[in-house]
């Protein structure tokens, strides 16, 4: 397949006709790669289910993992989910545009390709103006998961994209980078308690602050046991693990920067490449900017043992980030 690439930093007369050209692309059943505040997305129509079917086809990802719902405009939630109560109009009136996806029961417009089956759907509306525009234009709802092949890290550079998705699909917008750099926060109200399914950069305090009551985080975020069955299918896949083995060391920052020093002396010693992922003195915000980019570039120069410092899983953005760092490690932590 041709893709076409379309640079877009900014909405201007040319790049208005080119977002018109992707747009015209999705309504006609194609897909168009996009950029959005937190990873780049990988769009199609998500009424169109030959369309969505076509995603999977793309990243070669299992079909009974759903994919999240991109929305414009408030007013775009009629149609997709069964009723509006009133912690869905906090939550979108709180949070929308930007990294919230909430899970909501879906009305039957919503095809099963979509929604992997489930009789939920995913929804969330995008904070990027290229998005934005984009979804609009198209007039119909973009289910998007993020737009890297399955397996490898999420993209939050056009490069990425291009690497990615290059001749596998029919347009990608390059635009900036993402400015948050990891994937919206993924919240169920579907239960009796809402219960916070992936972290993200929207904490489980300012949505219990928003709704007034206790949100919940499910188990299985952070430890991997037989016994926590994800209740987010896309929890069950290994999201992303580099060729190289990843080891998290995890402990006080002097030890564990003593620690780190310690292996990759080792490791060299046996000649071996090492790649390391600290984050030092960066805030936990410039460090989620950065994660995935580092990964895919320690990936892209073939080490073969990535250390990497453990950070502070009470912080809710530390727990965010160490969720992606663990499913990337397999689980391989070392304390110290
Ligand atoms: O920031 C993001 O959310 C990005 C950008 C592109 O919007 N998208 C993204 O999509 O990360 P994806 O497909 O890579 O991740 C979607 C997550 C998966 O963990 C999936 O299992 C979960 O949302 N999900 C989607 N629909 C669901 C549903 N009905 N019930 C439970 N989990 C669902
Ligand atoms: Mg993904």
């Given amino acids: 397949m041709d893709t076409k690439v379309f640079d877009i930093k900014e909405i201007n007369d040319d790049s208005f006709s080119e977002i018109k050209e992707a747009a015209e692309t999705l309504r006609k059943g194609g897909l168009v790669a996009f950029p959005t505040e937190t990873v780049y997305g990988l769009g199609a129509d998500a009424l169109n289910p030959q369309a969505v079917k076509g995603i ?3 990243k070669g990802r299992p079909a009974d993992n759903p994919i999240i719902v991109h929305i414009g405009s408030k007013e775009d939630l009629k149609v997709l989910i069964k009723e509006k109560t009133k912690d ?6 709180s949070f929308w545009p930007g990294p ?4 909501m029961q879906k009305s ?11 009789d939920t759907v995913a929804v969330r509306m995008p904070d990027n103006p290229v998005a934005l525009e984009l979804i609009r234009l198209a007039g119909c709802p973009i289910a998007a998961p993020s737009a890297n092949l399955s397996g490898s890290p999420s993209p939050t550079k056009g490069g990425h994209v291009i690497q990615d998705m290059k001749g596998r699909v029919d347009i990608i917008i390059s635009g900036e980078d993402c400015k948050i750099g990891i994937e919206s926060t993924v919240l169920d109200v579907t239960g009796p308690i809402p219960t916070i399914l992936r972290p993200g950069m929207i904490t489980p305090e300012q949505l219990g602050s928003a709704l007034g009551k206790r949100v919940e985080i499910d188990p299985s975020i952070l430890i991997e046991t037989s016994d926590n069955i994800p209740r987010s299918p896309g929890m069950k896949y290994i999201h992303y693990a580099p060729k190289a083995e990843m080891i998290i060391v995890q402990g006080k920052q002097d030890k564990v920067k003593r620690e780190i020093q310690r292996l990759k002396t080792i490791r060299e010693e046996a000649g071996e490449k090492v790649g390391l992922v600290e984050f030092g003195e960066k ?18 120069e073939g080490v073969d043992v ?4 453990g950070l502070d899983s009470s912080n809710s953005l530390g727990l965010a980030l160490m ?6 490690a397999g689980y391989k932590v070392l304390r110290v």
């Fill in 323 to 328: 969720n992606r760092m663990l499913k990337a």
């Fill in 283 to 300: 805030s936990y915000e410039e460090a989620a900017k950065d994660l995935f980019s580092r990964l895919r570039k320690l990936d892209d």
């Fill in 306 to 309: 990535i250390l990497a410092g």
């Fill in 100 to 103: 919230l996806t909430i899970i």
């Fill in 108 to 118: 039957n417009r919503v095809p099963d390709v979509t929604t992997g089956g489930l």
């Fill in 56 to 58: 999977y086809l793309a």
């Fill in 88 to 93: 869905i109009e906090i939550l979108a009136d």
